[in-house]
């Protein structure tokens, strides 16, 4: 399973880390992702990292400002998020995908940037 934390609201141009602890499973051998959900966007691909030493990618709207990690002796993953805007607004998942199509999907939290 996959458990989040962090989140909350944050004012515009703040930053949030937002965590996820793996367990139960193999995590080093599974791609890490973080998605998030808004009612004006839909689900979204954030940022995408490797399982054993892989490289990282974001989407065009958070480069620069979010930042994808892991830790594999941890099972742990983060997303760091700095120069928050109000078009973050959403719910984040983090969520680990393997070569063989298996999923676990974290619990999801919210995130708002709001003054």
């Known amino acids: 399973q996959l458990v989040q934390s962090g989140g909350g609201l944050v004012h515009p141009g703040g930053s949030l880390r937002l965590s996820c602890a793996a367990s139960?499973?193999?995590?080093?051998?599974?791609?890490l992702n973080w998605y998030r959900r808004s009612p004006e966007k839909g689900r979204e691909l954030v940022a995408t990292i490797g399982g054993r030493g892989g490289g990282t990618n974001y989407a065009d709207s958070v480069k620069g400002r979010f930042t994808i990690s892991r830790d594999n002796a941890k099972n742990m993953g983060w997303l760091q998020m700095n120069s928050l805007r109000p078009e973050d607004t959403a719910v984040y998942y983090c969520?680990?995908?393997?070569?063989?199509?298996?999923?676990?999907w974290g619990q999801g939290t919210q995130v708002t940037v709001s003054s």
């Open positions: 969520h680990a995908s393997s070569a063989d199509t298996r999923e676990i």
């Open positions: 139960g499973f193999p995590f080093e051998y599974y791609t």
